[in-house]
């Protein structure tokens, strides 16, 4: 009954900053955590950053921080990814995601994924 859908995604330039958003819906919602992860390619989900409820609590993956920024407005339900200095090795699926803590084995539930692409 809730879900989760991401959007921004697309073909990027490196070092650009697109900003993707995640619209979580559903009249059973409650104050999750959310978080983002990617999938390249090839790999595993990996970890990507995650924010607490209502707000205060941040953590990001060392590949991420200092150029990512996750935020939420609790009003809109919506959660934000700010990627700043893209490198052709961000290219990959976002997923959005909700979970009990802003830890990344609390994350539960998951949105269909936006991708990505960073040429150089």
């Known amino acids: 009954q809730v879900q989760l859908v991401e959007s921004g995604g697309g073909l990027v330039q490196a070092g650009g900053s697109p900003r993707l958003s995640c619209a979580a819906s559903?009249?059973?919602?409650?104050?999750?955590?959310m978080g983002w992860f990617r999938q390249a390619p090839g790999k595993n989900r990996e970890f990507v950053a995650a924010?607490?409820?209502?707000?205060?609590?941040?953590n990001y993956a060392d590949s991420v921080k200092g150029r990512f920024t996750i935020s939420r407005d609790n009003v809109k339900n919506t959660v934000y990814l700010q990627m700043n200095s893209l490198r052709p090795e961000d290219t990959a699926v976002y997923y959005c995601?909700?979970?009990?803590?802003?830890?990344?084995?609390?994350?539960?539930?998951w949105g269909q994924g936006t991708q990505v692409t960073v040429s150089s």
């Open positions: 924010i607490g409820w209502p707000g205060g609590t941040t």
């Open positions: 559903g009249r059973s919602f409650g104050s999750n955590a």
């Open positions: 995601a909700a979970g009990l803590l802003p830890r990344r084995e609390a994350f539960y539930l």
